[in-house]
């Protein structure tokens, strides 16, 4: 199973917090640091704040030679989709092939009027979501031949997307949701893998039969079903719910094998404390 290790970076990650987590992780085996993709805290501190998530990737892809990067999820709304095609292209070359996209709708209100971004509808966002994953799967990560596109928030004209992706057939691409039948027909077309955050069992078992099911629709075989969820690894949690990870090293093995039991191919690891390196050594051992 991949485990990877995820950061809020919203709360206050300084740069020399990303070094140190990624230094931490690639000493201890972690495969791979994705971050999620805010510019506020989502914890309702006024005072924090976020470095730009992409411009955070490329600069570790430079000074990391083997972790793979990403973020989970980048928000339509942010950025125009040729922007972050680009973005996550840079990030592929600097890195010879190593990070992942992962796309969103974007849920936050608060955020996008702070920062002056339009918040639509959830469904003229599931609109917006749609168009982008066109745009970014077939027109730059595509065949780069010429790519044309007319919809209603967009509209590209004879694109010719260089450079090409390092990574082949293209940098992963990756959906996350509650696998409703929108976002299941949505990831069968365009996505490499289905993420969903903090569920339980039973939510696993019926959102990965709707991806597994949309993929057999679309002709398809299964993508790879993955989850998120917060994690305490070396000691319990007090918060700790049944979603969670949490516990010994020899608990988190356990769990990590309930998981794949179900169907789980890959865990993103919320670490609580971002300045928490022993933890990052002590999920690193619990992979060994």
Known sequence: MRVALMIEGQEDVTWEDWVALADACERSGVEALFRSDHYLSVMGEGERGALDAWAVINALAARTTKLHLGTMVSPTSFRHPSVLARLV???????????????G??????????????????KERMDVLEEQLEIVHDGYFGDGGPFSFKGEHYELTDLKARPRPVAQPHPPLIMGGAAGPRAARLAARYADEYNTVMPTLD??????????????????????????????????????TETWINGSVDEVKARLDELAAVGVSGVYLQLQEHRDLEMVELIGRALS
Do not use: Q, Y
Request: proline content about 6%; aromatic content about 6%; glycine content about 10%.
């Open 89 to 103: 292209i840079a990030a592929d070359h600097v890195s010879g092939g190593r990070v992942s996209l992962g796309m």
């Open 105 to 122: 709708t974007g849920w936050s209100e608060i955020e996008h009027s702070a920062s002056g971004f339009p918040f639509l509808s959830m």
């Open 203 to 240: 939510e696993i078992r019926e959102r990965k039969a709707n991806i597994d099911a949309a993929c057999e629709k679309a002709g398809r075989e299964p993508i790879p079903f993955t989850i998120m969820t917060a994690a305490s690894v070396g000691k319990a949690h007090p918060e700790a």
